[in-house]
T-cell receptor, first 118, second 115 residues
């Protein structure tokens, strides 16, 4: 079965550079979520999109932006990178909004993009 | 806002020992509950989920969890662990009312199973 695809898998950037992470959800999934997981930490929610509109926002820095495109893939744009941005960035997708009553929705995670800022 | 607590940060067990990992959430409304596993260097994989109905849910690889609403708990259990269960385990909650479109994760429990 198709899974959530993230690219690139690994990325090395210098401080103050920009990075773009891509996420391709499972076919027919209309919702995408972005998480950041620092070393030894739990995944922290950044932002989510439902039907190409932002549906929730977490602890996403102002230097980061994201969008979901017409084909439902999503991109996370990160500018003015800092050493502290080094982390594993996970994307997840689900078929419909998580908080729809009775939808019994679950989220499927991608392999992640490991970003290293040097 | 919902939050999730996992009380055991590191657990070391011998093979064939029984496992119970605690998970408590704070949210007064209806929730969906999940346990995810993350093997070293890999992505999060769903172990099991609770939406409604029977509070005892069974997942993959012999894991089960029990939802106790009065205790706001969703503890993960396995009667007999294997070396291959060595991984990090995350409890997650989605609040159905006002919780937004996201999963909130606990801090994780690192499980090491020794031969």
């Amino acid at each position: 079965a198709a899974g959530v695809i993230q690219s690139p898998r690994h990325l090395i950037k210098e401080k103050r550079e920009t990075a773009t992470l891509k996420c391709y959800p499972i076919p027919r999934h209309d919702t995408v979520y972005w998480y950041q997981q620092g070393p030894g930490q739990d995944p922290q929610f950044l932002i989510s999109f439902y039907e190409k509109m932002q549906s929730d926002k977490g602890s996403i820095p102002d230097r980061f932006s994201a969008q979901q495109f017409s084909d439902y893939h999503s991109e996370l744009n990160m500018s003015s990178l800092e050493l502290g941005d080094s982390a594993l960035y996970f994307c997840a997708s689900s078929q419909r909004h998580l908080s729809v009553w009775g939808a019994n929705t679950e989220a499927f995670f991608g392999q992640g993009t490991r970003l290293t800022v040097v | 806002a919902q939050s999730v607590s996992q009380h055991n940060h590191h657990v070391i067990l011998s093979e064939a020992a029984s496992l119970e990992l605690g998970c408590n959430y704070s949210y007064g409304g209806t929730v969906n509950l999940f346990w995810y596993v993350q093997y070293p260097g890999q992505h999060l994989q769903l172990l099991l989920k609770y939406f409604s109905g029977d509070p005892l849910v069974k997942g993959i690889k012999g894991f089960e969890a029990e939802f106790i609403k009065s205790k706001f708990s969703f503890n993960l259990r396995k009667p007999s662990v294997q070396w291959s269960d060595t991984a990090e385990y995350f409890c997650a909650v989605n609040a159905l009312t006002g919780g937004g479109n996201k999963l909130t994760f606990g801090t994780g429990t690192q499980l090491k199973v020794e031969l």
